[in-house]
């Protein structure tokens, strides 16, 4: 086991990003500490999730300016949303049921703010120079085997509650 943390920085309380390598793959972790260990609740992102949440940062904002509500998959039921009449932005990790045809809220999250939320977005550029690879990363939407709608659809991280194609 190979294991290996790039950077820690504080965001709000008790909550923290995190870079670190494990087994030679970089997650990107936004979590809750209990003084200097980790929890449970946060979300763990691979590079394409976390690409992925850095470019939807303006449309969340624009959604938040709006007091629209905002629903957007990150890859893999990692989900940042904004919710009617529950002020600020929630990262978080969803799972679906057997039988039900909806995702459902785990525990595993972050609720920030709208000023942590601020604080967050400040922290972006820091946090990507800790991954001189960000650039280099492909999103799931863009490999070639996603350029036709059975290819999406087995894809596990645009698809991770396995629509069946009859």
Same mark, same amino acid.
């Given at each position: 086991?190979?294991?290996?943390?790039?950077?820690?920085?504080?965001?709000?309380?008790?909550?923290?990003?995190?870079?670190?390598? %494990?087994?030679?793959?970089?997650?990107?972790?936004?979590?809750?500490?209990?003084?200097?260990?980790?929890?449970?609740?946060?979300?763990?992102?691979?590079?394409?999730?976390?690409?992925?949440?850095?470019?939807?940062?303006?449309?969340?904002?624009?959604?938040?300016?709006?007091?629209?509500?905002?629903?957007?998959?990150?890859?893999?039921?990692? %989900? @940042?949303?904004?919710?009617?009449?529950?002020?600020?932005?929630?990262?978080?990790?969803?799972?679906?049921?057997?039988?039900?045809?909806?995702?459902?809220?785990?525990?595993?999250?972050?609720?920030?703010?709208?000023?942590?939320?601020?604080?967050? @977005?400040?922290?972006?550029?820091?946090?990507?120079?800790?991954?001189?690879?960000?650039?280099?990363?492909?999103?799931?939407?863009?490999?070639?085997?996603?350029?036709?709608?059975?290819?999406?659809?087995?894809?596990?991280?645009?698809?991770?509650?396995?629509?069946?194609?009859?």
């Amino acid at each position: 086991m190979n294991y290996h943390n790039r950077c820690k920085l504080h965001v709000f309380g008790d909550v923290y990003v995190t870079v670190n390598d %494990y087994n030679n793959i970089t997650y990107v972790h936004v979590r809750y500490f209990d003084g200097k260990y980790p929890t449970k609740k946060g979300v763990a992102m691979s590079l394409a999730r976390w690409k992925s949440l850095v470019q939807l940062i303006p449309k969340i904002q624009e959604n938040r300016s709006a007091d629209q509500s905002a629903f957007e998959h990150l890859g893999g039921n990692c %989900y @940042v949303s904004i919710t009617d009449g529950i002020p600020g932005i929630d990262l978080r990790q969803f799972w679906m049921p057997d039988g039900d045809l909806q995702v459902k809220a785990t525990r595993r999250g972050v609720h920030f703010s709208q000023q942590d939320f601020d604080k967050f @977005v400040d922290l972006i550029p820091r946090i990507n120079c800790y991954i001189p690879e960000f650039h280099d990363i492909k999103l799931c939407s863009e490999r070639d085997d996603h350029q036709n709608q059975q290819g999406l659809l087995r894809c596990k991280e645009c698809n991770p509650n396995e629509y069946h194609i009859q």
